[in-house]
């Protein structure tokens, strides 16, 4: 349905003293009726029905029966029009009488082929009845018909998907975004076509041996290996020299400890080395701040190898204790490029993690300790880690 409006305005005045122009105060209220009209008829054509409505208002409370009443009524009225009866169609598709909605769909194809959001509801029956061909083969001339709208191609990727040709998905949810930057539904659907996330389970079991001397510290030796699944090293090798000083009582920092490691990791692919140097606070309660910066050395097959930064601060409290038997607590934060502390980092990618631990000592030679980290990773990536530890000092 189309409105032409034709206006006419004609504009008299004595020309010799004007030299022919039409005056302002003529010419003004002309346009602004030119302007109202033209309001007047844009409202007109965009207004929608009342009976369509209506006919909204009873599918969104599931009345079929009076939302297929009040369609029929306006179809009585206008036999003719298409555009009615593809309400009634919709309606009931929506209500589940898909052999009735296909019957009518195909009725209104008959006699008027060219309308999109036809193929496009005849495809959603289809689809529903598990006819994937057909459905597609549907959609397939809706998109020729007008290849610029969004939602075709986001209804033709619906399809695809189901019919697990992810790769043409994945292209006409593109599509639709490119023709849409704003489609919702695009977005939606290339991320449900994401490759599904590898879970894989690994273990490792980590031993080490420390000697203590009055004079020079502390010097730690030790190894691990794993049944890695491609997940963590296969194995591991480490040393760890300590070495502190002791400061007054009633100062803020009682003492201070620092401790330089290396750590090797073999991985089926790669060859991690990482140096890390380590001070530890001690401070009145029994409470340790720590701060520690780590430079890892990776080869990975096929590249050369290079140096990464990262770093970590943890804070360590008591909690409680009974006896000789002691609670306490740690929180730490850490980020780098590469983080090979007990997480399972392989590869390029900046990272945060966030994590704390129990440790409860039974007596001077025995504890068991307890963590977990959460990390967040580039390319909206996590990694959660949690693990349990018994310790046995000789």
């Not at 409370?61 to 206008?78: G, H, P």
């Not at 430079?295 to 970590?312: C, L, Q, V």
Request: glycine content about 10%; charged content about 25%.
């Amino acid at each position: 349905m189309s409105l032409d409006w034709i206006f006419d305005i004609g504009l008299k005045e004595n020309s010799s003293s004007r030299g022919g122009r039409p005056s302002r105060r003529m010419l003004i209220p002309c346009l602004l009726l030119v302007l109202l009209f033209g309001a007047c008829a844009l409202w007109g054509q965009s207004q929608i029905p009342d009976w369509q409505i209506q006919v909204r208002k009873y599918c969104d409370t599931k009345d079929w029966e009076s939302a297929l009443r009040a369609v029929d009524q306006e179809i009585s009225r206008a036999p003719q029009d298409m555009d009615i009866r593809a309400w009634r169609a919709r309606v009931l598709a929506w209500s589940g009488h898909l052999p009735e909605a296909e019957k009518v769909y195909l009725e209104i194809l008959n006699v008027s082929r060219n309308d999109p959001d036809n193929w496009m509801g005849l495809s959603n029956v289809y689809l529903r009845e598990g006819r994937i061909v057909e459905a597609l083969r549907a959609l397939d001339t809706a998109v020729k018909l007008d290849p610029t709208r969004a939602d075709l191609h986001a209804a033709r990727a619906r399809v695809l998907r189901v019919a697990e040709e992810r790769n043409e998905a994945r292209l006409e949810f593109q599509n639709a975004l490119n023709l849409d930057p704003t489609s919702e539904e695009a977005r939606a659907g290339l991320v449900s076509l994401r490759p599904p996330l590898k879970h894989a389970e690994a273990g490792k079991f980590v031993g080490s041996v420390t000697r203590r001397q009055p004079q020079w510290g502390a010097i730690t030796a030790g190894g691990a290996v794993g049944d890695d699944n491609a997940v963590i090293p296969k194995s591991e090798a480490f040393f760890d020299l300590d070495h502190g000083w002791k400061g007054g009582e009633t100062t803020l920092v009682r003492a201070v400890e620092t401790v330089y490691g290396q750590h090797w990791y073999w991985y089926q692919a790669s060859r991690i080395l990482t140096l890390t140097g380590t001070t530890i606070l001690y401070l009145p309660r029994e409470w340790t701040l720590s701060l520690g910066a780590t430079g890892a050395r990776s080869a990975f097959s096929g590249t050369s190898a290079e140096w990464r930064p990262s770093g970590i601060t943890r804070l360590g409290f008591p909690l409680a204790n009974w006896g000789p038997k002691r609670l306490s607590g740690n929180v730490f934060f850490a980020a780098g490029t590469e983080n090979f502390g007990v997480l399972d980092q392989i590869g390029r990618f900046a990272s945060q993690t966030y994590g704390g631990g129990l440790r409860l000592q039974f007596t001077a030679r025995q504890d068991l300790t307890g963590y977990g980290s959460y990390q967040k990773r580039t390319e909206n990536r996590t990694d959660t880690s949690f693990g349990l530890n018994y310790g046995i000092h000789f």
